[in-house]
Each structure stands twice: as structure tokens, then as C-alpha cells.
């Protein structure tokens, strides 16, 4: 919704407004708090519960079609929006296939900067027809990855605790 009233105002002047660089990042942070929050949620469950195959298959579809999305591959309005869903699908497939909480985090690490490689070299968001997308684009995703990062980090240090907290209640 915080992306959402640039939009707006544009349609309404009949052409495109011009933002920051600045603003467009403060946007990406608060455009990612709602996914990154589900990340952090989704790992500091998931360390102590795994949800069903068919939660991550689907997530799995999602993610993929996202990622088509964003990459251009799949054609449509804004691929620019589908950025947002890709890292509480990334993590749903992970805590559902991948049960050990170390394991999960290393192989989060390497899908995040797989996925950030990618982006950089899909013509879509890195060297796209569209200079100022390219801008847009990665504002965004300069204020959005730090978010889900840390908030990412977050819920492996809760899931990490809960771990620690269930061990010990098991052996006493």
C-alpha cells in the first residue's frame, strides 16, 4: 500500500512522477515490513514445527511465478510488485523441505544472493530498456533486502531460542 499512492498521483497527472532515489528506498523498507515480518514469523515457527509438503509445493508454484514475473519472462502490468511476495515464499519452501535449522539458514543465504544475481543480470530489472526503472527497481530492492534481512535474522535467533527452550523442557 505504501507504493501505492505514487500510482495513484501519477495516473492522475496523466504521467509519470519523478521520486527520490531516497524516498524510493524509504518505500522498499516499508514495502518489505509485511513480508519480512511473515519471514521472521515463518522461521522462528518453523524452527519447532514444519508445515505440510503441500504448503511448500504451492509456495514453491508462487515463487516461481514471481520470480517469471520479475525476471520479464512472464509478460504484465508492474513486474516491479511481484518482488515484494518472493521472500516469504523463499521461506516457506525452505522451512517446509528443509528441516535443520542450520542447513535452512545457510541454503537462505545462498537462494537470497542467488536471487539478487539473478535480478542484477535479468535485462528486465538490470539493464532494462528503461533507465529510471532500473533506478526504481533497485531502490526498492536496496531498501527492502536489508529490511528482510534483519527481521529474517531475527526470527533464526527466536527460532534458534525455542529450540534451546524445548530441549530443555524435554530433559527435565
Given at each position: 500500500?505504501?507504493?501505492?499512492?505514487?500510482?495513484?498521483?501519477?495516473?492522475?497527472?496523466?504521467?509519470?512522477?519523478?521520486?527520490?532515489?531516497?524516498?524510493?528506498?524509504?518505500?522498499?523498507?516499508?514495502?518489505?515490513?509485511?513480508?519480512?515480518?511473515?519471514?521472521?514469523?515463518?522461521?522462528?515457527?518453523?524452527?519447532?514445527?514444519?508445515?505440510?509438503?503441500?504448503?511448500?509445493?504451492?509456495?514453491?508454484?508462487?515463487?516461481?511465478?514471481?520470480?517469471?514475473?520479475?525476471?520479464?519472462?512472464?509478460?504484465?502490468?508492474?513486474?516491479?510488485?511481484?518482488?515484494?511476495?518472493?521472500?516469504?515464499?523463499?521461506?516457506?519452501?525452505?522451512?517446509?523441505?528443509?528441516?535443520?535449522?542450520?542447513?535452512?539458514?545457510?541454503?537462505?543465504?545462498?537462494?537470497?544472493?542467488?536471487?539478487?544475481?539473478?535480478?542484477?543480470?535479468?535485462?528486465?530489472?538490470?539493464?532494462?530498456?528503461?533507465?529510471?526503472?532500473?533506478?526504481?527497481a533497485w531502490a526498492v530492492i536496496i531498501g527492502g533486502a536489508?529490511?528482510?534481512?534483519?527481521?529474517?535474522?531475527?526470527?533464526?535467533w527466536l527460532g534458534r531460542q525455542s529450540l534451546r527452550h524445548?530441549?530443555?523442557?524435554?530433559?527435565?
Amino acid at each position: 500500500m505504501v507504493l501505492f499512492w505514487p500510482a495513484v498521483a501519477a495516473a492522475s497527472f496523466n504521467g509519470r512522477i519523478d521520486l527520490p532515489f531516497g524516498v524510493i528506498v524509504a518505500a522498499g523498507v516499508f514495502g518489505a515490513l509485511p513480508g519480512a515480518v511473515a519471514v521472521l514469523l515463518l522461521e522462528w515457527v518453523g524452527a519447532t514445527r514444519t508445515p505440510p509438503s503441500w504448503a511448500g509445493a504451492l509456495a514453491a508454484v508462487a515463487l516461481a511465478y514471481c520470480c517469471l514475473r520479475v525476471t520479464g519472462l512472464v509478460r504484465g502490468a508492474e513486474p516491479g510488485w511481484f518482488l515484494f511476495p518472493i521472500p516469504p515464499l523463499i521461506e516457506l519452501v525452505l522451512i517446509t523441505f528443509i528441516t535443520s535449522p542450520h542447513t535452512r539458514h545457510a541454503a537462505g543465504w545462498v537462494v537470497a544472493v542467488a536471487i539478487l544475481l539473478i535480478l542484477w543480470l535479468t535485462p528486465a530489472v538490470g539493464q532494462p530498456a528503461n533507465p529510471q526503472f532500473a533506478k526504481d527497481a533497485w531502490a526498492v530492492i536496496i531498501g527492502g533486502a536489508p529490511t528482510t534481512a534483519l527481521l529474517w535474522q531475527v526470527g533464526v535467533w527466536l527460532g534458534r531460542q525455542s529450540l534451546r527452550h524445548d530441549r530443555r523442557r524435554g530433559s527435565s
